[in-house]
């Protein structure tokens, strides 16, 4: 079951890569691998027990695989220490401006669909 | 150390197997540490990471001997990108009542979060390079290293810029939230969801189960419409 699942998933990463060579270049592969899956889960209307048992296993160990890219930052050493204070800056006041204004719009959104509820 | 130790110390640390086993150890004890204290900081892809550089460091490895020992692991990376769009279409489907507000929401917030970051950055004096790994900041991060490399940002960083955004809007989120009258779960769960990805999520989570939805379904939109558009914007920009 989890091999014919990881084998629709290894499937569609491929397709991704093909489509990426050949027309969408801007695009990365896994990326277009995942909105294939998703357009054929939508089709189908429903996710398979081996596809939901593959996927559940992988995003699951998903921390451990960002390990070793994360590690990478060593490289990049010099390049923080130089940017230090601005990445910091824009990171921390554009998360703050951001996360208020999100929560804020969604709480007035659902607020006014409420009241319209009540008026018709 | 005599000789034929040196020779097995060095067989060992330049074992293809290397790599993948410090990797696997030291991410199980960075777990068994978040799990025991629960405590937001001690996030286990940041602490594993931080380990592994001291180790790497003390070892004499460089990053490239590293990363071709540890391809085990980076080649699962791209099916795991395909099986996100599983909890993407589960998530949809909870969504029917407040379609409109969380689409229109998602859009407006997930443009400031990105736009607002880079702008910062950029008058802050940071360079391109720098500009572009920041840009896909608020994603989930294998979404956002893939983001960052096609737009010509650093993968690595990336990652790092993601799990800081995540920890601190999950650590100070949802008190502001409350503070500037948000009360609504489903408001809480989506500011969380679209600017702090999957830290926020499990914050959410943790304040309730509808909160945690809206978090989740944020956190895919985002990451999908990021895959989507910043590429193509940037494209066109540049």
Redesign the interface.
């Given at each position: 079951m989890l091999l014919r699942g990881?084998t629709w998933?290894?499937l569609?990463?491929l397709l991704?890569t093909a489509l990426n060579v050949l027309f969408l270049s801007?695009?990365?592969?896994?990326?277009i691998?995942?909105?294939l899956?998703?357009a054929f889960?939508?089709l189908r209307g429903e996710?398979g027990e081996p596809?939901?048992e593959?996927?559940?296993g992988?995003?699951r160990?998903?921390?451990?695989?960002?390990?070793?890219?994360?590690?990478?930052?060593?490289?990049?050493a010099e390049?923080?220490v130089a940017?230090f204070?601005?990445?910091a800056?824009?990171?921390?006041?554009?998360?703050?401006?951001?996360?208020?204004?999100?929560?804020?719009?969604?709480?007035k959104?659902?607020d006014r669909?409420a009241r319209r509820g009540e008026q018709s | 150390m005599s000789p034929p130790w040196q020779a097995a110390m060095q067989a060992v640390i330049h074992h293809p197997l290397f790599g993948v086993g410090i990797t696997l150890a030291v991410y199980q004890l960075a777990l068994a540490a978040y799990e025991r204290t629960r405590w937001v900081f001690l996030q286990p892809v940041l602490v594993s990471m931080t380990v592994l550089i001291g180790v790497l460091l003390a070892a004499g490895l460089s990053y490239q001997e590293y990363r071709d020992s540890t391809f085990l692991l980076s080649v699962l990376l791209g099916p795991t990108t395909v099986a996100l769009a599983v909890p993407l279409f589960l998530n949809l489907k909870r969504i029917r009542q407040l379609f409109w507000p969380t689409l229109i929401t998602l859009l407006l917030a997930g443009l400031l979060a990105t736009v607002l970051g880079v702008a910062l950055a950029w008058a802050f004096g940071a360079e391109r390079m720098m500009l572009m790994t920041l840009a896909p900041k608020s994603v989930t991060s294998p979404i956002a290293m893939l983001v960052a490399e096609q737009i010509g940002g650093v993968a690595a960083l990336a990652a790092v810029f993601v799990l800081i955004t995540g920890v601190l809007g999950a650590i100070c989120g949802p008190e502001l939230l409350r503070g500037i009258g948000v009360r609504h779960p489903a408001a809480q769960g989506m500011a969380l969801g679209i600017t702090a990805h999957a830290v926020g999520t499990a914050r959410a989570l943790q304040e309730g189960e509808e909160s945690g939805a809206f978090a989740a379904l944020a956190m895919s939109l985002m990451g999908v419409l990021t895959a989507v558009l910043l590429p193509l914007a940037v494209a066109l920009i540049a």
């Open positions: 990881l998933l290894v569609f990463q991704g801007m695009l990365p592969g896994p990326i691998g995942m909105l899956l998703f889960l939508l996710v596809l939901s593959a996927a559940g992988l995003l160990y998903l921390p451990l695989l960002l390990v070793p890219p994360a590690v990478g930052v060593m490289v990049y390049q923080i940017d204070w601005a990445l800056g824009a990171l921390g006041l554009s998360l703050l401006v951001s996360l208020l204004f999100a929560g804020w719009l969604m709480q959104l659902i669909q | -």
